[in-house]
C-alpha cells in the first residue's frame, strides 16, 4: 500500500524510490488534500507546516503541498522563520526561503514583511523570479510590480521560448496586470512581442490565444520589433 500523507517521509521516499519529480509529489500532495473532508484536510496541513518549521525531511516539497492552504496562525510562524533566514549564505538557503516566501505571498498582506524585504533587495535575487507568481492572483498589483521589476533588469529579447514568457498564456489577466502597471517602459514592446511569438504556437489553445492577443492589441506585432 502506498503511503499516505499522514506519514510524509515516506510519501516522498516512496515516490522517489519511483523517479517521480519533485514537482509531481507535489501536485500529488496537492490532489490528496483537496480530497478530503476539511477537518482532516486541515489536521494534514498543520502537519505538513510543523515538518516545514521543523525542516523535516523534504520540507521544501511540503512548502508546495500546503502553499496556498496555511491558516493565519501558522503563517505567523512561517514568517518569523522566513525573517530569520533572510540572511542566506548560499544560493541552496536562498532557494530554501523562497519556499517559504511563496507561502506568506498567498496569505494576508499583514505577513509579507520577509517577501518584501526580498522583493527589495539590490542587485535582484537569484530565485527572484520563482517568487511572484505567488501573489497572482490573490494580490494583483504588487504581482505586477514585482514581474516589471525583474524585466527591466533582464534582457525581455532572451525571453522567448522560456517559461518566463510561457507562464503567462494560460494567464492572460495576469499579462494585461502586468502591461496595465508597465506597458510604456522602452523593454515593454519586446516582451510583448515575446508573447506574441508564443502565443501562436500549436500547444496554445484558440481561447488563450485569443485572450493574450486582446490584451496585445495596439502593441507592434512580433516581425515589428528589432
Known amino acids: 500500500m502506498e503511503p499516505g500523507l499522514g506519514n510524509w517521509n515516506e510519501f516522498v521516499e516512496y515516490r522517489i524510490s519511483r523517479r517521480w519529480s519533485g514537482n509531481e509529489i507535489v501536485v500529488t500532495g496537492q490532489q490528496i488534500l483537496a480530497s478530503k473532508a476539511p477537518v482532516e484536510r486541515t489536521q494534514l496541513v498543520h502537519d505538513l507546516v510543523d515538518v516545514i518549521l521543523g525542516r523535516g525531511p523534504h520540507w521544501d516539497l511540503a512548502a508546495g503541498v500546503v502553499e496556498s492552504l496555511v491558516e493565519p496562525e501558522d503563517l505567523a510562524k512561517i514568517e518569523d522563520l522566513a525573517s530569520r533566514a533572510l540572511d542566506y549564505p548560499d544560493m541552496k538557503e536562498e532557494y530554501e526561503l523562497t519556499a517559504l516566501l511563496r507561502i506568506l505571498a498567498r496569505g494576508e498582506t499583514r505577513f509579507h514583511s520577509p517577501l518584501e524585504q526580498?522583493?527589495?533587495?539590490?542587485?535582484?535575487?537569484?530565485?527572484?523570479?520563482?517568487?511572484?507568481?505567488?501573489?497572482?492572483?490573490?494580490?494583483?498589483?504588487?504581482?505586477?510590480q514585482a514581474q516589471c521589476r525583474f524585466l527591466s533588469e533582464n534582457e525581455p529579447k532572451r525571453c522567448v521560448g522560456t517559461a518566463i514568457v510561457q507562464a503567462y498564456l494560460s494567464e492572460a489577466d495576469a499579462l494585461k496586470a502586468v502591461r496595465e502597471n508597465c506597458g510604456t517602459a522602452p523593454w515593454w514592446k519586446y516582451f510583448a512581442a515575446s508573447i506574441r511569438t508564443e502565443a501562436g504556437k500549436r500547444f496554445v489553445t484558440e481561447a488563450q490565444r485569443q485572450a493574450i492577443l486582446d490584451v496585445l492589441s495596439g502593441d507592434p506585432p512580433s516581425d515589428a520589433v528589432v
Open 118 to 144: 526580498y522583493l527589495g533587495r539590490h542587485p535582484l535575487p537569484m530565485y527572484y523570479s520563482v517568487v511572484p507568481w505567488s501573489l497572482w492572483p490573490a494580490h494583483p498589483e504588487r504581482f505586477a
